[in-house]
């Protein structure tokens, strides 16, 4: 890990930029947990402890989603939705989450309840920010009514077999909930799985799609863009 010298460090924080944006990735990117987070940077000489890497987690994970979401192209017009269940605190909440058809995650929203009343309420956010959809995939009832009020024109596909590219991404974070051992807020689960979903976008490409040249290519441009929002960082 190596800082660059034109990185200039954030306003009130001892550790140099790098050493924070590494954290933050390091823990988002993969199931790690903080304290594996704080031997890898340990092992790179920087003792930072397992607190700060959580307050670092919770501080920036949400600036580098917010940077990822920002430069992503537009939404495709043909959504996957989907939603399921998640333990916080001893009690069962949904997840509700929305994947286009090129497998970029557009949104999540976790809730108490799986009804009509909460997928009006997710879909009217995915409305708000990607305007109306082509085609919708889910097999839940629970769409029926908020589709024929607020996409009356939209195509709702139960089939079958549609929504396995969304069912797939619902893997990481059964990860990522085994290794902290359960959630423990619905706030600190929808703040970190929302930004762990937009690095997955970068960070994950399909790789079945991409040949083995386009794929080592990949992983250079996804650190680059990742040291580019590293210098947007702001404290």
Not at 67 to 80: L, M, N, Q, T, V
Not at 158 to 172: C, D, F, Q, T, V
Request: positive net charge; glycine residues 4%.
């Amino acid at each position: 890990m190596k800082t660059p010298t034109e990185m200039r460090r954030l306003k009130g924080y001892r550790f140099p930029r790098e050493v924070v944006a590494y954290a933050v990735w390091a823990y988002l990117r993969f199931a790690l947990s903080t304290a594996d987070v704080e031997d890898l940077i340990a092992e790179r000489g920087v003792t930072v402890s397992r607190e700060t890497v959580r307050k670092w987690v919770n501080r920036f994970g949400r600036d580098f989603a917010d940077c990822i979401k920002s430069d992503r192209p537009a939404a495709a017009d043909k959504w996957h939705l989907d939603e399921f269940d998640v333990s916080i605190n001893g009690v069962k909440q949904w997840l509700w989450r929305a994947v286009d058809a090129n497998g970029d995650v557009l949104d999540i929203l976790v809730q108490s309840r799986r009804n009509a009343r909460a997928a009006k309420r997710f879909f009217d956010r995915l409305i708000a920010r990607f305007g109306k959809p082509r085609v919708v995939t889910d097999k839940s009832r629970s769409y029926i009514r908020p589709i024929r009020t607020l996409a009356s024109e939209a195509d709702h596909r139960a089939h079958k077999g549609l929504n396995n590219r969304i069912e797939g991404s619902h893997r990481p974070t059964r990860k990522r909930e085994k290794v902290m051992g359960r959630f423990k807020s619905v706030r600190q689960a929808q703040r970190l799985l929302a930004a762990h979903d937009q690095i997955s976008t970068i960070f994950r490409p399909r790789r079945y799609r991409l040949s083995a040249a386009s794929y080592r290519h990949a992983r250079p441009d996804a650190s680059d863009l990742w040291q580019e929002y590293a210098l947007e960082m702001t404290a």
